[in-house]
């Protein structure tokens, strides 16, 4: 496995196991997600896990027993607010249309700097640089 040349070590918890067929692994029914994580019953956690699935319809999926493995919950937390919800919901306007034109290469750069990110790159490496020429778009 060429992917795994530079890795020291690796650590993670068990989620699934599973058989292996031929070219095939086949994961037991009894052994998913679901069961393993079935402790944790806070309607929160579950919003979550159910890609941040609207607390009404999950209340229906549990009063209606429609995801098998899902624990009855207690409580649905009425007032509270998913703070990646709020985020994905947030919308900002366009900015303004420049009318600026560029005559020659090199007359103006537009660049992007991203990070630190959380896993570095292949070389070690935390933080991302973009930069555009605005008049032969070149990166």
């Not at 937390?77 to 303004?96: I, M, N, S, T, W």
Request: proline share 4%; glycine share 6%.
């Amino acid at each position: 496995m060429k992917f795994l040349i530079n890795i020291v070590s690796l650590t993670a918890d068990v989620v699934h196991t599973c058989k292996r067929v031929k070219d095939l692994f086949v994961l037991s029914s009894t052994m998913s997600y679901v069961d393993k994580m079935r402790t944790n019953d806070g309607a929160s956690i579950w919003h979550a896990r159910l890609r941040h699935l609207r607390i009404d319809k999950l209340k229906v999926k549990v009063l209606k027993f429609l995801v098998n493995g899902l624990p009855k919950l207690s409580t649905f937390g009425k007032g509270e607010v998913c703070e990646r919800c709020q985020y994905g919901k947030a919308h900002r306007l366009p900015f303004d249309k420049s009318f600026s034109k560029c005559k020659a290469p090199l007359e103006l750069i537009q660049s992007d700097l991203m990070g630190p990110c959380v896993t570095p790159s292949h070389s070690g490496f935390r933080y991302m640089s973009l930069s555009v020429d605005d008049f032969t778009t070149y990166t």
